[in-house]
C-alpha cells in the first residue's frame, strides 16, 4: 500500500464528453442459460463511455459542485472494485477534477493499466479487514487520504442519492426502447441502478416486478457475509441505496453459474461481459422461461474485456476450484434469507432489509 499523498494537480474539464453518455443499444438474448427459454432484452451498458457508473458518476459529481461540496477542480477521491473508477475517470475528465481511486490488490492488473492510462491516481491496499474484508480496509485508506487532502470530495457512492438519480436517463431509454416491461432484473451491489430505475419504470408500468440478483457471501439481503470472488455485485457493507421494498424476490448466484452463463452469452449471442453480466443473465433467463409471455430485461453493466483473466480463463477457473459444468440449472427456494446460506443459486422471495426486522413478503 503507498503511503505518500498522491499528485492531484488540476485538471481541464472537457465538458463535451458529457455529450457521449448513455444512448446504449438494447440486444434481445436468446441463447440457452442454460435451458432453453424464449428470450429477454439486455441494455448494453458495456458500450457506453465510461460504462454504466459513468452515469452515476457524472451525478454524484455535479450534484456536489451544485451543493458546493465540490468545489471547481477540486481532486475527487473513492474506492472502487474497478466498474465506478472507470466512470469516475470519465466524469474527471469532463469536469475537471482530477480522481483518486482506492482499490485492492486483486484488481485486474489490465484494469489499473487502464485507469492509469485514464490519468487516475491510484492507491491499492495489500491486506482485507477482519471485518468488513476489502470494501472495509478500502475505505479505511480513503478516510485517511480524506484527512491530508482537505478539499478532496468523496461521492461515497454506496449512500449518495445522486448515484440513483444518475440512472434516471437509463430508465428513459429503456421506456423508449421497450413498448411494454413484465420484469426487470438488476444486479445490487451499490444499490444505485436499481433504486434509481425502479421508480421511474413503475410510474411508466405499474406493474412492474423487480429481481434483485445478489452474489453468495453478500450481506444485502440478510445472508451472513463470506469471502467473495466475484466482483462487481454483492457488499460486505450495508450500502444505504439499497431500495429493499422494492423488490420482489431475490436471488444469489454462485461463481460457476456466473462463469458458466457468461460463456454461453460469448458463445452464443456475442455480447458478454463479467459477473454481474452472468448473474443476471441467468436469472433473466429464468424469469422469461418462468413466466411464459412476459417482457423481462436487464441490464449487462461492462463487457468481457475486464474478465479474459478471470470469468474467461480457465487456469482462472481451475484455480479457484470453479466447474462451469456443476452449475445450477434452477434455483433453490429458501422462504427467508436467514434460513439457509447459499453456496450457489438461491431464490427468496421474502426480500428483508438486514438493519431493520421488517420483512416483506411478495407473492
Known amino acids: 500500500m503507498t503511503t505518500a499523498v498522491l499528485d492531484t494537480a488540476r485538471a481541464a474539464s472537457n465538458r463535451e464528453l458529457l455529450g457521449l453518455l448513455g444512448r446504449t443499444p438494447l440486444a434481445r438474448v436468446t441463447v440457452d442459460l442454460p435451458c432453453p427459454q424464449p428470450g429477454f432484452w439486455a441494455k448494453l451498458e458495456g458500450f457506453g463511455v465510461g460504462g454504466m457508473k ?160 445478489d452474489a453468495t457471501g453478500s450481506t444485502i439481503f440478510g445472508q451472513p457475509a463470506r469471502p467473495r470472488l466475484m466482483r462487481g455485485l454483492g457488499s460486505s457493507i450495508h450500502p444505504r441505496n439499497v431500495a429493499h421494498g422494492a423488490f420482489d424476490e431475490v436471488h444469489w448466484v454462485g461463481p460457476a453459474e456466473a462463469v458458466d452463463a457468461c460463456r454461453r452469452l460469448a458463445r452464443g449471442a456475442f455480447v458478454s461481459g463479467g459477473w454481474s453480466t452472468g448473474a443476471v443473465a441467468l436469472v433473466s433467463a429464468w424469469a422469461a422461461r418462468v413466466h411464459p409471455g412476459a417482457v423481462v430485461a436487464t441490464v449487462f453493466p461492462d463487457g468481457p474485456h475486464r474478465y479474459l483473466g478471470s470469468v474467461f480463463d480457465d487456469g482462472f477457473t481451475t484455480a479457484h476450484g470453479i466447474d462451469p459444468a456443476t452449475a445450477a440449472v434452477r434455483p433453490v427456494e429458501i422462504p427467508h434469507p436467514r434460513a439457509v446460506e447459499a453456496t450457489g443459486w438461491v431464490r427468496c422471495r421474502t426480500v428483508t432489509d438486514p438493519l431493520t426486522t421488517a420483512p416483506e413478503q411478495r407473492s
Open 54 to 213: 459513468a452515469r452515476a458518476a457524472v451525478a454524484m459529481l455535479l450534484g456536489a459542485r451544485e451543493r458546493g461540496e465540490l468545489r471547481p477542480g477540486a481532486p475527487v477521491v473513492e474506492s472502487t472494485s474497478g466498474t465506478l473508477g472507470i466512470g469516475l475517470a470519465f466524469a474527471g475528465q469532463a469536469l475537471g477534477h482530477p480522481v483518486v481511486l482506492v482499490g485492492d490488490i486483486e484488481l485486474e492488473p489490465s484494469m489499473r493499466q487502464l485507469l492509469g492510462a485514464y490519468g487516475v491516481r491510484l492507491e491499492l491496499v495489500d491486506r482485507p479487514a477482519a471485518e468488513g474484508g476489502w470494501q472495509a480496509a478500502r475505505l479505511a485508506r480513503l478516510r485517511e487520504l480524506l484527512a491530508l487532502l482537505p478539499d478532496a470530495y468523496w461521492p461515497d457512492q454506496y449512500n449518495n442519492p445522486d448515484s440513483a438519480a444518475g440512472y434516471t436517463s437509463l430508465a428513459a431509454e429503456l421506456a423508449a426502447q421497450l413498448d411494454h416491461l413484465d420484469v426487470l432484473v438488476c444486479s445490487v451491489g451499490t444499490g444505485g441502478h436499481s433504486a434509481g430505475l425502479v421508480g421511474p419504470l413503475r410510474r411508466h408500468w405499474p406493474g412492474l416486478r423487480l429481481i434483485g440478483v
